[in-house]
């Protein structure tokens, strides 16, 4: 990939939609496809360009191409690993500004609240997991004083990689950066509905690696992904996405008895105390929910609990802040809210709504205005929304909606409310809101999820560590812990010295 930064970011956004039209990025070069899919630019529901329809044999190159390279990526020193993988990492940033252009595009979200930090938090992924690679040892067992035992950590193999769409730059870092800096060769199964940036980072990942480390296919789940999660060559799975999706990868890879890691879907509760200071618990509320990411997010605050005493004037304000948010052209610096990403999405997004209207008990509240330039197509643009007083076991507050819908509940009883917020199949992400240390550390344990905050609602960051318990999925992401425990094998290695 040859030094662009000589023309505009739109410019540049557009030569990537060019270049990685209709390919596969296998063994280091980009391979055409014979079939291909559309991709919608959401804003303006028109096409954005056609990306690779990969099947089972485009899938067989990609991994053929990944396991050659595998022993010699496996011999390389684990901190000359690193320093590339970083190095990636910095030219990612470099090229900061084309990779939101072209993220916003495809997406739907925002370029100035989501789009470039989502690119940062990338690259800060890559230089993360880059400079971990002296972590990668074993250790030494006190077995018997004539026998020197030891473990080391050895590479899984090949790596299958499948991303999502909704923040396909982060998920991508989270998986594939601990998996090459641990010495494994990733094949990457690109999201259909925004695949262009995820080419051109793995491109600049794959400019600086050995042939065959970083490859890249795309297409449907059905063929593509599953050829992935079937090959035989294929020796660890990660993926983020639906519950149910998840739960098929998880069935093939039991056939095969390879390990997986899966980021599934999540209901997340938000629990606001009567002692919280009011105006930083609205602005956590709308940071929670991700609603500049139009709640897309599977760690979203989608169900929040307040206290009766607070009840109205939380609503109200958070309403009044909602109202303050721009909906409109993702590109437009002036943007608060973009799209939600496809019309498949809207529609299970307004059929949750419409259950909420439905309900003779519950209130709806729409916030903020739906933008009214010509230019910009109408169907893909969805306003923030309250769902007040609807029954706890209705659809709405039990299932991931994956849309700007968060249900709000009032409560009196701390352990009523404690139950109601673990009352869910899920348990990525909760949070407490309450100036009471004594009620934040109870809540901390009490609460069935494996990313729990005070006082706070950070989405994923370098370093902590994140996952979630029950049916949000198995294992955890960005951490050291992740890439020794997800993209190692631990051997015991036993000397007799008598």
Known sequence: MKD????????????WRDRYSKVALIGGRLVPSANAIEVIEPAHMTVLGEVAANDAADVNAAVAAAKAA?????ETPARERGRLVAEAGRIMLAQLEPLAHLLARETGKAIRTECRGEIRVAADLLEMFGGLGSEIKGETLPFAPDVFAATTREPVGVVGAILPWNVPLVLMMLKIAPALVAGNPVVIKASEVAPFATYACAEMLAALLPEGVINVVCGSGAECGQALVDHRDVAKITFTGSEAVGEKIYISAAKRLIP?????GGKSPMIVCADVDLER????AVTGMRFTRQGQSCTAASRIYVHADIHDAFVAALKARLDTLVIGDPLDEATDIGTISSPQQVAKVKGYVALADAAPEAEVIRCAKLPEADTLAPDLFLQPTLVLGIDPQSPVVQEEIFGPVTVIRKWTSYDEVMAQANDTDFGLAASIWTKDLATALTASKQLDAGFVQVNAG???QPNLSYGGFGRSGLGKEASLESMLEHFTRKKTVVLSMS
């Open 4 to 15: 662009t930064h000589d023309i505009s970011p739109a410019a540049q956004a557009e030569l």
């Open 70 to 74: 595998a022993h010699d990526w496996a």
């Open 260 to 264: 997986v890691s899966l980021e599934l």
């Open 281 to 284: 618990a609205v602005e956590g």
């Open 458 to 460: 950070f989405t994923i």
